[in-house]
């Protein structure tokens, strides 16, 4: 019971804490909480382990590198090796459906995929060629994206729903984010590949949580284990309850039920996350713009001149045509559309 109870709890903890990350990112109160703790922890850890750990997280979240890429890899690599070593071959004397055992395997050949074209298709790179093209592609709504404004630091007019990354070190079209796992930002050329990539992800860990709780659901079955009964701490005889059982579970296949424990936290976590996703490209928005969406006013554009007496102006998405116009736009990029007809 212990173990199930700390795995409810640290899983509870995670679930909870990242919807309190997507609450409290759009406001300061996030950013007041780290600024505070890191003040706290500048007192107490050593200045040279502080310049340390700087410097290790600036190379891991602010130079492109593929320390995620690989990591993402050994992780994939382990599951499957996991579900093929030891689930693969007892469903099979358990004569489980073929199609069910080999369905996680189709799904990481798409989703391998796909997650490589993520990482090596340009999202959307805006240059001195294509500046013209990018500034027909999408109507400036005069709030968070106002005319005539130039990145400072590539020396372009930039198109609305643009943004510079400066991980890249690139302006890019429709600017979605710039993603760790696939060393590279998600824009309007490469959006379409990360959604399926994320939503085959996603479906891979569902489908092996589900095989594997189903394997181990029919063996429990099978030995009639939920009929035997144990004694307790004080010699009482007790009916295996559910704790107990996977608590047996655990000692007999230790592997196999961390892996289900893992999958099963990944597949809520990815499953959120394509939720999220999903619901941006119904309504035709990019993170970028959902994160800033609540601000009146562009405050980090110091060239945007706000008269004196104005009321705030607030961001309304003019970009929404419906839902299957705005998925077309995902799976079919505007400004590829446009050069083709260019040409």
């Given at each position: 019971?212990?173990?199930?109870?700390?795995?409810?709890?640290?899983?509870?903890?995670?679930?909870?804490?990242?919807?309190?990350?997507?609450?409290?990112?759009?406001?300061?109160?996030l950013?007041?909480?780290v600024?505070?703790?890191?003040?706290?922890?500048?007192?107490?850890?050593?200045?040279?382990?502080?310049?340390?750990?700087?410097?290790?997280?600036?190379?891991?979240?602010?130079?492109?590198?593929?320390?995620?890429?690989?990591?993402?890899?050994?992780?994939?690599?382990?599951?499957y090796?996991?579900?093929?070593?030891?689930?693969?071959?007892?469903?099979?004397?358990?004569?489980?459906?073929?199609?069910?055992?080999?369905?996680?395997?189709?799904?990481?050949?798409?989703?391998?995929?796909?997650?490589?074209?993520?990482?090596?298709?340009?999202?959307?790179?805006?240059?001195?060629?294509?500046?013209?093209?990018?500034?027909?592609?999408?109507?400036?709504d005069e709030?968070?994206?106002?005319?005539?404004?130039?990145?400072?630091?590539?020396?372009?007019?930039?198109?609305?729903?643009?943004?510079?990354?400066?991980?890249?070190?690139?302006?890019?079209h429709?600017?979605?984010?710039?993603?760790v796992?696939?060393?590279?930002?998600?824009?309007?050329?490469?959006?379409?590949?990360?959604?399926?990539?994320?939503?085959?992800?996603?479906?891979?860990?569902?489908t092996?949580a589900?095989?594997?709780?189903?394997?181990?659901?029919?063996?429990?079955?099978?030995?009639?284990?939920y009929?035997?009964?144990?004694?307790?701490?004080?010699?009482?005889?007790?009916?295996?309850d559910?704790?107990?059982?996977?608590?047996?579970?655990?000692?007999?296949?230790p592997?196999?039920?961390?892996?289900?424990g893992?999958?099963?936290?990944?597949?809520?976590?990815?499953?959120?996350?394509?939720?999220?996703?999903?619901?941006?490209?119904?309504?035709?928005?990019?993170?970028?713009?959902?994160?800033?969406?609540?601000?009146?006013?562009?405050?980090?554009?110091?060239?945007?001149?706000?008269?004196?007496?104005?009321?705030?102006?607030?961001?309304?998405?003019?970009?929404?045509?419906?839902?299957?116009?705005?998925l077309?736009?995902?799976?079919?990029?505007?400004?590829?559309?446009?050069?083709?007809?260019?040409?």
């Amino acid at each position: 019971m212990d173990f199930l109870v700390l795995f409810l709890f640290y899983l509870a903890l995670v679930l909870i804490g990242g919807v309190m990350i997507c609450i409290c990112s759009k406001t300061h109160y996030l950013k007041g909480l780290v600024s505070g703790g890191a003040q706290i922890f500048s007192y107490i850890i050593p200045q040279c382990l502080q310049r340390a750990v700087l410097g290790l997280l600036h190379y891991l979240f602010h130079t492109r590198n593929h320390t995620f890429i690989i990591l993402h890899l050994i992780l994939q690599g382990m599951v499957y090796t996991e579900y093929t070593w030891e689930i693969f071959g007892y469903c099979q004397e358990l004569e489980f459906s073929s199609y069910y055992l080999f369905l996680p395997y189709l799904l990481l050949i798409i989703n391998l995929l796909f997650f490589t074209l993520s990482c090596v298709t340009d999202p959307g790179t805006i240059t001195k060629a294509n500046e013209l093209l990018f500034l027909q592609v999408y109507e400036f709504d005069e709030v968070m994206f106002p005319k005539n404004m130039r990145c400072p630091t590539c020396d372009l007019r930039k198109p609305a729903r643009s943004k510079h990354c400066a991980v890249c070190n690139r302006c890019v079209h429709r600017f979605d984010h710039h993603c760790v796992w696939v060393n590279n930002c998600i824009g309007a050329w490469n959006a379409r590949y990360f959604l399926t990539y994320l939503l085959t992800l996603t479906a891979s860990a569902a489908t092996m949580a589900i095989v594997s709780i189903v394997f181990l659901v029919r063996l429990v079955l099978l030995s009639d284990l939920y009929l035997e009964t144990y004694v307790d701490d004080l010699g009482h005889f007790q009916v295996i309850d559910t704790f107990f059982l996977i608590q047996y579970l655990f000692l007999t296949f230790p592997r196999i039920v961390f892996m289900v424990g893992f999958v099963l936290v990944l597949s809520f976590l990815l499953g959120g996350y394509l939720c999220f996703a999903l619901y941006l490209a119904a309504t035709n928005q990019t993170t970028n713009e959902w994160y800033r969406g609540d601000r009146a006013w562009c405050q980090h554009c110091p060239h945007v001149a706000r008269p004196p007496s104005a009321e705030p102006q607030v961001y309304r998405n003019i970009h929404s045509h419906g839902l299957w116009s705005n998925l077309r736009e995902i799976f079919l990029p505007a400004a590829v559309h446009c050069e083709r007809k260019k040409k």
